[in-house]
């Protein structure tokens, strides 16, 4: 297949706009770069796609999100608002992952593909709970990962929260999804896994012996770190010690592992971070949603951290969430010099498509350069400055849209072209997702009253 017509954004290191090009793949990969009526002399009979002036760039990765989340959508949750993000898990997270049967799990991560497609992310690192159907589940996403053709980490979020039962099952879900990758059946090596741990302040001991028993060396867990306070507190108080030291002593953390949020981590946790050589994600719209506050990150990145960033179940275009942290760091430390654009590049792109390399070890992703997957998206932004190398990162804050994506294609496959998503059923797909939705919120309403009355219960 042949790209012609491409403003090409490569995102190599450093990154390179080369206008008026075509690209050149085969077998799902990029094979050349290169003027357009040369390719075509040389490949004559491949298929073509005209670009038509687009620009064409490596589609987006996200660090970390939640497909089960998508149900949340216009939910009412009963009652007072959430005072504090302790109770916005108590309110609106955990009766809904118990709402969510198989059919749910499977339409809520449809609608997130759906999402990512439209608005060019191409590959997704997932964090599932859903604990009154946790066997299988993992399957559920990957086939509905597989139906949609993009790329996708999944893994189970173990818990007690729901009793010594629902945490041996979580286990017993990653580490069955982790074999079966292992095993090699796994959607044209589209899927990979990770374990999954809620955070510190809903596992015992017990249960991270025992998840760290069950993991084989090579697979890192991936966990949610200290985005409240609550979950500092809640170590402290129980353990005597710090949520990333907790951590490393029950050696969950490394070159594998990932750190979701890490909000309120001090000195020493940054520096065990550092040290294990551990990944951290950032998600400043879900920081600021829950008003938690922000993390040290340029801190981070300037210890040589890899900091990435992520979405956390929010819209799956992902220039959504580099506005959101270009313009969170200027305010949260009234300081405009703070998040330059340059710097969210660094997170986006360099280090996504550094834990996309870990998590697929087998291919090279992020980049348009031979070798790589071609997994591109089209954009169509016209520009009226001119756009640099070096500016492109403050285009895109200011410039793109997510809805600018007209084309989208994953190991030279296209799963959306001129706006119209060719691997799902947009219409059938949103149509059978809404029919379920009056179930799942019937289901949440029970779920968020039996936790009422048991703290009443509990309080009396
Ligand atoms: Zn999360």
Request: proline letters at 4%; charged letters at 25%; one cysteine or more.
């Amino acid at each position: 297949m042949i790209i012609t017509n491409a403003n090409v954004i490569t995102w190599e290191k450093p990154n390179r706009i080369i206008e008026d090009q075509a690209i050149y793949i085969e077998g799902g990969r990029i094979k050349e770069i290169g003027a357009g009526d040369e390719l075509i002399q040389r490949y004559p009979d491949d298929e073509r796609i005209n670009a038509h002036s687009q620009y064409v760039m490596p589609g987006s990765i996200c660090a970390h999100t939640h497909f089960y989340g998508a149900y949340s959508r216009g939910l009412n949750i009963p009652g007072a608002p959430a005072e504090n993000f302790t109770e916005i898990l108590e309110k609106l997270w955990w009766p809904l992952d118990k709402s969510l049967s198989r059919e749910a799990v499977r339409f809520s991560a449809l609608v997130c593909l759906l999402d990512a497609i439209q608005h060019g992310t191409t590959t997704l690192v997932d964090h599932h709970a859903s604990p009154n159907a946790i066997p299988n589940s993992l399957d559920e996403i990957a086939a509905a990962v597989d139906s949609a053709g993009i790329r996708a980490s999944l893994c189970y979020e173990v818990t007690d929260r729901n009793g010594a039962a629902g945490a041996r099952a979580g286990i017993d879900e990653n580490i069955r999804f982790i074999n079966l990758i292992k095993s090699g059946s796994d959607s044209d090596g589209r899927l990979s896994a990770m374990f999954g741990l809620h955070a510190s302040l809903t596992l015992s001991e017990e249960t991270l012996d025992a998840c760290r028993e069950a993991t084989p060396e090579d697979v890192g867990f991936h966990i949610h770190v200290a985005e409240d306070v609550a979950d500092e507190e809640d170590c402290l108080e129980k353990y005597h010690t710090w949520v990333v030291d907790r951590l490393s002593h029950h050696d969950l953390l490394g070159p594998k592992s990932l750190v979701v949020h890490a909000v309120h981590i001090d000195e020493l946790e940054t520096q065990i971070l550092k040290d294990t050589h551990t990944w951290v994600t950032h998600q400043p719209r879900s920081n600021m949603n829950n008003g938690v506050g922000l993390p040290k990150v340029e801190a981070m990145l300037e210890s040589g951290i890899k900091v990435c960033l992520g979405n956390d179940g929010f819209s799956n275009g992902m220039w959504d969430e580099w506005k959101a942290c270009y313009l969170a760091h200027k305010l949260v430390n009234h300081d405009p010099r703070r998040m330059p654009a340059s710097t969210i590049a660094q997170m986006a792109i360099y280090n996504n498509a550094g834990l996309a390399k870990m998590l697929f070890p087998k291919i090279s992703l992020g980049a348009i350069t031979p070798g790589a997957e071609a997994d591109l998206i089209f954009v169509d932004y016209q520009p009226f400055t001119p756009v640099t190398a070096d500016n492109l990162p403050w285009h895109i804050v200011f410039g793109f849209q997510d809805s600018m994506v007209t084309g989208t294609m994953v190991a030279g496959k296209v799963l959306m072209k001129d706006r119209q998503v060719l691997s799902l059923d947009e219409e059938k797909i949103n149509y059978a997702a809404r029919q379920l939705a009056p179930g799942v919120w019937k289901k949440f309403n029970k779920s968020f009253h039996k936790r009422s009355r048991r703290d009443t219960d509990d309080g009396g």
